[in-house]
């Protein structure tokens, strides 16, 4: 399993929609619903409830997202902060200078 399943978990998660999240992740709708299918397969449990209004979750995918999302949240925020150092947006500059000059 890779991380693009729970990644796609987060967002249909978030939205309350396989169309927002779809929208939000630049894919297509069928690509989310084969993540979301596949997660659930490997996971042995429905994890969302579908409905023409969205979806909702199943007991279990309550439990499982308050985890998924802390942690896509963290993953999110280190790359969002590498990516800053790399773009010399933050982070620290040392200066080193001798007496004579």
Known sequence: MNFDFY??????????????????LYV????????????????G???????????????EGEKFYASVAAACETI???EASL????NLSEGLVAIGASETT
């Open 45 to 59: 449990c429905p994890l969302f409830i579908r409905s023409q209004k969205g979806v909702r979750f199943t007991p």
């Open 76 to 78: 999110f925020q280190a």
């Open 83 to 86: 990516e800053a150092a790399k």
């Open 7 to 24: 990644r796609t978990f987060y967002y249909v998660g978030k939205y309350r929609s396989i169309t927002a999240a779809a929208r939000a």
């Open 28 to 43: 297509t709708q069928p690509s989310v619903t084969h993540a979301i299918q596949s997660l659930e397969r490997e996971l």
